[in-house]
C-alpha cells in the first residue's frame, strides 16, 4: 500500500510540472520512502526553479549556509540573495573567515527553514565569486541596508553566485521535491 502511495504522489509531482519537463524520471527509494524525481529540464524551468528557491530563501529571511574549514564544518547564519543577469547571488565580506572558506572549497549548502518550523529547503551547489562590477553595483541597489558596510568597489565586498544547484523542498507533511537549476 506504501509502494502505491508513493507512486501516486510520484505521478503526481510529475504531472505538476507540466510540459515544462522535457523529460521525467521517477524512482521510488523504498527504504527511506523517499520520492525522487530526476528530470531533464528546459532554460525556462531551470530559471523558474532559480525563482522559486529565492522566494523561498526571501519568504525564510534568514537562512543558514554551511561551508567546510579543513576537515571541520562550520555553519553561519545569511538574510540577502538577489537574482542578476539569471544569477542566484549571496554576499559577503572577503576579510570573512566564510568567504576564504568559499575560495578553498566552493561547494556548500545552505538550510532555510520557514517560521511555521514544519518546512525547510536544503539548497546546495558550487558558488562562483564574480567580480563584475555592475553585479555589486545591482545588489546594493536592491540591498541599500548594506551601503553602510560595502561598496561596490571597496576591494571587500565579494558577490558569488550558485551553479549546479539542487534544491531540495521538505516537510513533515509531504515527499521531499527536488528541483535543480
Not at 568567504?99 to 556548500?108: I, L, P, T
Not at 568597489?153 to 553566485?161: P, R
Amino acid at each position: 500500500m506504501k509502494r502505491i502511495l508513493f507512486v501516486f504522489a510520484a505521478f503526481a509531482t510529475l504531472a505538476a510540472f507540466g510540459n515544462k519537463t522535457i523529460a521525467a524520471e521517477t524512482e521510488i527509494n523504498e527504504l527511506s520512502n523517499e520520492v525522487v524525481i530526476n528530470e531533464s529540464t528546459s532554460q525556462e524551468t531551470m530559471q523558474e526553479n532559480m525563482q522559486e528557491v529565492q522566494a523561498y530563501l526571501k519568504e525564510c529571511g534568514a537562512f543558514f549556509i554551511a561551508t567546510v574549514d579543513g576537515d571541520q564544518p562550520r555553519v553561519r547564519p545569511f538574510g540577502v540573495s538577489e537574482i542578476i543577469n539569471g544569477r542566484l547571488y549571496i554576499l559577503t565580506g572577503k576579510v570573512k573567515d566564510v568567504y576564504k572558506q568559499m575560495v578553498a572549497n566552493g561547494k556548500f549548502e545552505i538550510c532555510a527553514l520557514k517560521k511555521s518550523g514544519s518546512e525547510w529547503m536544503r539548497l546546495s551547489g558550487t558558488l562562483v565569486g564574480d567580480e563584475t562590477l555592475a553585479v555589486k553595483e545591482e545588489f546594493l541597489r536592491r540591498n541599500p541596508g548594506l551601503k553602510a558596510m560595502y561598496k561596490a568597489d571597496d576591494g571587500n565586498m565579494a558577490v558569488l553566485y550558485i551553479t549546479n544547484a539542487t534544491a531540495r523542498f521538505c516537510s513533515f507533511a509531504a515527499p521531499e521535491r527536488k528541483v535543480q537549476f
